[in-house]
């Protein structure tokens, strides 16, 4: 088969990898991301050879020797045991990005829970996710396991390092293991705090100035976003969600957060406050002059006499 001439390939020993996967499996599982023999991991040894986690073994039990290797159509090359029955989405993210050596697949609660209620995740309120993450896409939902799956994360693969899977999980990928657990890790803590923060009552989004200096932090700390792209220059970079064509085909639209307040025309906007949709429920601000004067009225009127 034709091979990618621009991959690198590791000088890592083959052991060493297979420990790193193990040890990246230990950590999904320890943080609750992968129930029962939930989550895939792999790592590309070559133009043609990619390690992966088997299916059905727990990924928090895994070891070294439970570990298999495929080709890049999903042919099973070595190992015991069966590969991962979702090897096709990783490959299909390796093939279109020749940077990305290492795939993580789980399903981590909090953003998973984004991808069942298709709500997009909101940007422009924490620092290093707006540096790590950016944009967040939700892709458009198929049955797992098929390339048909696979292929529903083609339009987001080259604008994105982590994506949510519609009512299914999250896929994120880097140059390693560890950097592609990352982005998983970041996207899942980001969603609790935002649910966390909803329920409070308030989400606070970052005004266009804070988040026009994160994004200039990412661009010298060598991180593409698609918000720095030519054409982008008059948007709203906090609204203007930049995978919004997508919502409709994959269900998705905005439902428990509000979007950010629109950028720019009012330099006060962003000292207010942006009060969260639905749940939280804010009593009526009382305009305590008001209420004086009105209780004044009927005291005076029961008495008999004017009011002041
Ligand atoms: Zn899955």
Not at 210 to 218: F, P
Request: aromatic share 6%; hydrophobic share 40%.
């Amino acid at each position: 088969m034709a091979t990618n001439p621009a991959v690198k390939t590791t000088t890592k020993p083959l052991s060493k990898l297979k420990e790193e996967i193990c040890d990246i499996g230990r950590r999904i599982y320890n943080k609750g991301f992968a129930a029962g023999n939930d989550g895939n991991i792999s790592f590309r040894l070559g133009p043609n050879e990619v390690l992966c986690t088997p299916t059905m073994v727990s990924k928090g039990f895994m070891k070294p020797s439970d570990l298999c290797i495929v080709d890049m159509e999903g042919n099973q090359l070595a190992g015991e045991r069966k590969r991962s029955s979702e090897i096709l989405l990783h490959l299909t993210i390796m093939k279109e990005r020749s940077d990305v050596n290492s795939v993580v697949h789980c399903h981590p609660p909090h953003a998973t829970a984004f991808a069942v209620a298709r709500e997009p995740i909101p940007q422009c309120v924490l620092p290093e996710v707006e540096v790590f993450l950016g944009d967040i896409p939700i892709t458009k939902y198929e049955t797992p396991g098929g390339q048909k799956f696979a292929d529903t994360v083609k339009p987001y693969v080259k604008t994105a390092n982590v994506l949510i899977l519609a009512n299914h999980g999250t896929v994120s990928f880097g140059e390693t293991v560890e950097k592609a657990y990352w982005w998983t890790e970041i996207l899942d803590a980001y969603c609790r705090i935002l649910m966390l923060s909803r329920d409070l009552g308030r989400v606070t989004y970052l005004t266009k100035q804070e988040t026009k200096e994160l994004l200039d932090l990412k661009q010298k700390w060598g991180y593409s976003d698609p918000r720095l792209d030519k054409g982008m220059e008059n948007c709203d970079i906090c609204a203007n969600d930049v995978f919004r064509s997508s919502w409709g085909n994959a269900g998705v639209n905005r439902k428990a957060f509000d979007a950010p307040p629109p950028m720019g025309a009012d330099p006060q906007h962003a000292a207010a406050a942006h009060a969260a949709a639905p749940a939280a429920v804010a009593p009526p601000a009382i305009d305590y002059d008001v209420l004086v004067k009105a209780v004044t009225e009927q005291v005076c009127r029961e008495l008999g006499i004017g009011a002041a």
